[in-house]
């Protein structure tokens, strides 16, 4: 296969790395700046265990013409970003062309199809549809993320733990195209799981990091910390009450109560979410598609939320006095 990673930062760096070590095919790059000079120049390099995998890009721009169609393009940036990568993507894009988004959060495609929710794109995803456009559905084979890394310096990406990804139609059919991808991706050394239905693994992990993620941003606080407040916990797991009757509607079930959830977070510990992170770097917030696209599909689907927009108005505010969103 030609294969493109569009945003080869720490998700993408890791999954192109793994690509280029096997015989997947050709690993190319659509970068900018100071990680693009650093493909050019070192090629792909991960920090894995006590070993530093490298191999050279088969190509790496910051123009998609240069790079011209491809047979997979993996999307690996945050979601404030995908309005751009959908602007420049064509050139990338041959009739066949299959389209992974390996981001957080609710992508633009997820309505599209779904029941109860109407058939237009998410505005708070998607506003005006057009990455839906650039991008159509048929071209998507959805994806979720179960893995850490951290980018060290440019161009290397250091692994921290897990390697799962799960992977689906948003048919829900299994299809020749999802088995090589499948197939390429566990080649890579990744814990591959192809499911059936993958709006429901997109939203049971947002159900998971909905609250933590901007609570973390807006307090500073780790989520051991998170979860030590009484009146905080409360607040989330009633925003994630929320977000299951949200589930509900649209045939992605949560068949866990908040507390269960709140058990596994806790065995992570003193740590810091992705959104704390950005948020004391001063870089753009996910907000949207982990907070405003649940606001959204609950005024859709018909259920009220009072404490995700409780959520999502504080998060907003403290975004926009930061310049981390937009006005």
Known sequence: MKICIVGAGAVGGMIGTRLALTDAGEVSALARGETLEALRTQGWRLKQGNRLYSRPVAQASDK???LGPQDLVLVAV??????EVARNIGPLLGPETIVLPAMNGVPWWFAQGLAGVGPEPLTSVDPGGEIAKAIPLARVIGCVVHLSAATEAP?????RNGMGLIIGEPSGRPTP????????????????????????????????NMTMNPVSALTGATGDRILDDPLVRAFCSAAMLEASAIGARIGCIIDQDPESRHAVT???????????????????????????????????AGVPTPNVDALLGLMRLFARTHGLYPA
């Open 64 to 66: 998609a013409s240069d």
């Open 177 to 208: 195209r999802l088995k090589k991808i499948h197939d390429a991706l566990i080649e890579a050394d990744f814990e591959v799981t192809s499911t059936p239905a993958i709006r429901h693994d997109i939203w049971y992990k947002l159900w998971g």
């Open 266 to 300: 806790r065995e992570l510990g003193a740590f810091k979410t992705s959104m704390l992170v950005d948020a004391e770097r001063g870089r753009p917030l996910e907000l949207d598609a982990i907070v405003t696209a649940v606001h959204e599909l609950g005024r859709r």
């Open 155 to 159: 161009g290397v990406v250091a692994h």
């Open 78 to 83: 945050k979601a404030p970003a995908m309005l």
